[in-house]
């Protein structure tokens, strides 16, 4: 009698815990990422695919200077069809982005890893630096503006927390700082 009693109190009545299945390797076909496709974003791509299974998109885009220089993108596209952009390719250069589809708990279900070779920037594409500035007295503040100029054009100067224009220059959104 007491070698049953001592079995009933071993018994568990949890669940064992969800174990995490290896990922499905995400297949790319011919046609499924396009370079530049507005013709205005040299180091940016467009990626339209079929997922295996319902999920979310995460972008991994490998920075040159080790993970603290990884961008990292996710989406909240649910499904099997993504369309999603890439941003923050290196210009001529073989730039690696991990795909992976997610469940909502972040676990990866598919990925893969792309190998997307960008071009030299054109030659008449606008630099863009950032500094501080003291604008005019009367605006009481200071704020974080970028100077935009290309060698053959003007100069603007856009505004971090206003819409600005300035003579010869168009409209130009704000800037999040």
Not at 6 to 18: R, S, T, V, W, Y
Not at 71 to 80: H, K, L, M, N, Y
Not at 88 to 114: I, K
Not at 148 to 164: E, K, M, N, V
Request: glycine fraction near 8%; charged fraction near 10%.
């Amino acid at each position: 009698m007491s070698l049953l009693l001592l079995a009933a109190g071993c018994h568990i009545d949890e669940a064992p815990a969800p174990t995490v299945a290896t990922p499905v390797r995400l297949a790319m076909g011919a046609g499924t990422l396009v370079l530049n496709p507005s013709g205005y974003a040299p180091l940016s791509a467009r990626l339209a695919f079929q997922a295996p299974m319902s999920g979310r998109v995460r972008l991994v885009i490998h920075g040159r200077h080790g993970a603290a220089s990884d961008v990292v993108q996710q989406f909240s596209d649910e499904g099997t069809t993504h369309t999603v952009p890439i941003l923050g390719l290196y210009a001529n250069y073989a730039n690696s982005v991990d795909v992976q589809l997610v469940n909502p708990a972040g676990q990866t279900l598919a990925d893969t890893t792309l190998t997307i070779q960008t071009g030299p920037l054109p030659a008449n594409m606008p630099t863009v630096s950032v500094a501080e500035g003291t604008p005019p007295a009367d605006w009481g503040a200071t704020f974080r503006w970028s100077v935009i100029s290309a060698p053959s054009t003007r100069t603007c100067r856009s505004f971090s927390t206003i819409t600005a224009k300035f003579a010869g220059c168009s409209t130009i959104p704000a800037v999040p700082s």
